[in-house]
């Protein structure tokens, strides 16, 4: 059954909802590019976004672009998934990717074939713990681009 919620895609996956520190984020993604937030201080990287740099407690801040490439620092393939438009793609994948230009900063998402490919389209044996990947976007939804990640070596 097709979605009519604002927070779902019509074909039943969940939207991001971004708050006022998240929305540079999903913005520069749209545009096709990884930052992340950083203090305008003391320099220091930070994700999720928020306020307040949680080392030198400054409000400025500043987004700084990333190379998009990183390793897959965890994954999960997951067991019933919940909601039927993840259900029609099981089994799926769900990654923490450590990124190579901030190793503490670490993101959330899908390691799939092509940038719009399914979330089943990578075979999980293919799934390694420190296997390097690299960014891509996927527009999921009128002006929501999600980044999703890609084998460096398929």
């Known amino acids: 059954m097709p979605s009519t919620s604002p927070y779902m895609t019509p074909d039943g996956l969940l939207l991001p909802v971004p708050d006022d520190d998240g929305a540079p984020f999903w913005s520069y993604a749209a545009q096709g590019e990884l ?5 305008a201080s003391c320099e220091a990287l930070r994700f999720p976004p928020r306020p307040c740099c949680p080392r030198c407690h400054s409000f400025d801040d500043e987004w700084r672009r990333m190379s998009g490439r990183g390793r897959i620092w965890s994954y999960v393939l997951p067991h019933p998934p919940l909601l039927p438009g993840y259900a029609e793609q099981a089994p799926y994948n769900a990654v923490v990717v450590e990124l190579a230009d901030a ?6 998402g899908n390691l799939v074939a092509s940038p719009d490919a399914p979330l089943n389209s990578v075979d999980p044996s293919k799934l390694r713990i420190g296997a390097p990947v690299k960014v891509a976007f996927h527009r999921m939804a009128d002006g929501v681009t999600v980044p ?3 084998l460096e070596r398929p």
């Open 148 to 150: 999703r990640w890609m």
């Open 35 to 39: 930052r992340v937030q950083g203090c």
């Open 103 to 108: 190793p503490r900063i670490r993101m959330a």
